[in-house]
């Protein structure tokens, strides 16, 4: 079982850039797909990217959520243990609650509940 720790959240003004990342134990980090979730108050999570265990190496994939694409970077070093998202050009409307989440397997997952595991989540605010 994979425990995993987010970090990196702040606040930041618009049009600045933070980077979470995202720590993982107690599994093996290579044999997962790892996404970033965000919940904003009052809204449903939200799916923001994914990258699959394989990505780099042999293929893979990465997808973004449309409201992130262009703008924000997801990445993965297995050495490491560890998960990023890049976050540029970033907008008062991206502020949210973002949280790493990770599933066995080698697809792209889209929906939070095909997820297993999931950390507790590291605050981003983005003042106008």
């Known amino acids: 079982q994979v425990q995993l720790v987010e970090s990196g959240g702040g606040l930041v003004q618009a049009g600045g850039s933070l980077r979470l990342s995202c720590a993982a134990s107690?599994?093996?980090?290579?044999?997962?797909?790892m996404g970033w979730f965000r919940q904003a108050p009052g809204k449903e999570r939200e799916f923001v990217a994914a990258?699959?265990?394989?990505?780099?190496?042999?293929?893979?994939?990465?997808k973004y959520g449309d409201s992130v694409k262009g703008r924000f970077t997801i990445s993965r070093d297995d050495a490491k243990n560890t998960m990023y998202l890049q976050m540029n050009s970033l907008k008062p409307e991206d502020t949210a609650v973002y949280s790493c989440?990770?599933?066995?397997?080698?697809?792209?997952?889209?929906?939070?509940?095909?997820?297993?595991?999931w950390g507790q989540g590291t605050q981003v605010t983005v003042s106008s």
């Open positions: 989440a990770a599933r066995v397997g080698n697809v792209i997952y889209f929906l939070k509940k095909d997820y297993n595991y």
């Open positions: 107690g599994g093996t980090f290579s044999a997962y797909t």
């Open positions: 990258i699959t265990r394989s990505f780099g190496r042999s293929g893979g994939s990465i």
